[in-house]
């Protein structure tokens, strides 16, 4: 059983969608980060979020923190296909925790 | 700037074969690490470097050996590889270990026969 649980794992979606893939614990965590993979690639932060029920935008890239800090949501406005890749929610918590990462939803975004 | 610079890109090994992959990081972070990625395990640590001249196992440590060469250099060695070690690494750095944000290099595909 994995600490973080995403949904969903696969997503294809026409662009121009909306969508929300969602972040799961069963523990309360200090912090929790979003990485955005693309194949072939490393992961790249997208966000930082660390107070409970905190809402941070980047363009059209909105997420949530539970006001519990135990889940966590990234709701994409008007999907782009430049969208596209494996999207990560990464834990610690505690502030010297090592991070924890989820296993990922795989997004498509189709032209 | 480079960022984290990992070599080889790929790599295929025998069974009981040794290799060693490598690490730098041009960024002057205290923090290095190497995760492994498997399809719907998502990134899982092996061990890591909270400053240079420390490491530590991670969650899946077995198998694996590190050298912190420096400041900038972090190497993963596999010893006596062996199919389950099929996977693709990641090396990654950071200001420190207080949930700083992790850069990662581009990942190097092992696969072991």
């Known amino acids: 059983t994995q600490l973080l649980e995403q949904s969903p794992q696969f997503l294809s979606i026409q662009e121009g969608e909306n969508l929300t893939v969602y972040c799961n614990s069963s523990s309360v965590f200090s912090s929790l980060q979003w990485y955005r993979q693309e194949p072939g690639e490393g992961p790249v932060l997208l966000v930082t979020?660390?107070?409970?029920?905190e809402v941070k935008k980047l363009k059209r890239l909105t997420f949530q923190f539970g006001d519990a800090r135990k889940d966590s949501s990234l709701h994409i406005t008007a999907a782009q296909p430049g969208d596209t890749g494996l999207y990560l929610c990464?834990?610690?918590?505690?502030?010297?925790?090592?991070?924890?990462f989820g296993p990922g939803t795989s997004l498509s975004v189709i032209p | 700037n480079a960022g984290v610079t990992q070599t080889p890109k790929f790599q295929v090994l025998k069974t009981g074969q040794s290799m060693t992959l490598q690490c730098a990081q041009d960024m002057n972070h205290n923090s290095m690490y190497w995760y492994r990625q498997d399809p719907g395990m998502g990134l899982r640590l092996i061990y890591y470097s909270a400053s240079e001249g420390t490491t530590d196992k991670g969650e899946v440590p077995n198998g694996y050996n590190v050298s912190r060469l420096n400041k900038r250099e972090f190497s993963l060695r596999l010893e006596s590889a062996a199919p389950s070690q099929t996977s693709v690494y990641f090396c990654a750095s950071s200001v420190g270990t207080d949930n700083s944000p992790l850069h990662f290099g581009n990942g190097t595909r092992l696969t072991v026969t």
């Open positions: 979020v660390v107070t409970g029920g």
């Open positions: 990464a834990g610690a918590r505690t502030s010297y925790d090592k991070v924890i």
